[in-house]
């Protein structure tokens, strides 16, 4: 596709269920981001993927929180034991460029709500 | 820390008007800055990056200036239309390479 898609675009949970988030960044892109955005507030880093390198998770606010990616394609961002805090709407971003100074480019996000 | 501060939170102009949105940040040492905007049920959309050592970058009706030693970024929007309703948020790239958002102002354009 042309651009950043996101699976499921809704979701909503019962507390202390696991989830899993879906991002498909474009095409060629190397670094792939998943940002955090609760209700009024800005975005908040998670975990930043680039190439084959170790990613950035020191964004990540627990363990129940974990991503994983495979190669440059698909990444998976897992909840784990899902508290009602984990609200929010979970934003992923793929860039062409090794670093964040390239344009990043989003998708249109997962809405995440725990009961 | 870097903090990145929007001002105002929500802003309702008439159709046809110029304005003008905020954006500090605490921490001067950044690579650039971001200006975005994000639809409701949509992702985000970049506007405009103007690197650290650019003073402004103009796209249409859209010019965003940056003074770094002071911390401070506006975006000036020329004849505001009712489309250009949303919410724009600031961001800036730090000394770790890591975005920090501000928490965005809401645009209503008034026909």
């Known amino acids: 596709g042309a651009g950043v898609s996101q699976s499921p675009s809704n979701k909503v949970t019962e507390k202390g269920k696991d989830v899993e988030l879906r991002c498909d960044p474009i095409s060629g892109h190397t670094a792939l981001y998943w940002y955090r955005q609760r209700l009024g507030q800005g975005l908040e880093f998670l975990i930043y993927f680039q190439g084959n390198s170790a990613p950035d998770k020191s964004g990540l606010p627990s363990d129940r929180f974990s991503a994983e990616r495979t190669g440059e394609s698909v990444s998976t961002l897992t909840i784990q034991r899902t508290q009602q805090e984990d609200s929010a709407v979970y934003l992923c971003a793929s860039s062409s460029g090794p670093s964040g100074a390239d344009t990043q480019y989003f998708g249109p996000g997962t809405r995440l709500t725990v009961l | 820390k870097q903090e990145v501060t929007q001002i105002p939170a929500a802003l309702s102009v008439p159709e046809g008007e110029n304005l003008v949105l905020n954006c500090s940040f605490t921490d001067s040492a950044i690579y650039n800055l971001q200006w975005f905007r994000q639809d409701p049920g949509k992702g985000l959309t970049s506007l405009l990056l103007?690197?650290?050592s650019q003073r402004e970058q103009t796209s249409g009706r859209l010019n965003a200036s940056l003074d770094k030693s002071s911390g401070r970024s506006t975006l000036y929007i020329a004849a505001s239309q009712p489309g250009d309703s949303a919410t724009y948020l600031c961001?800036?790239?730090?000394?770790?390479?890591?975005?920090?958002w501000g928490a965005g102002t809401k645009l209503i354009i008034k026909p």
């Open positions: 961001a800036v790239l730090d000394s770790n390479y890591q975005l920090i």
């Open positions: 103007i690197q650290s």
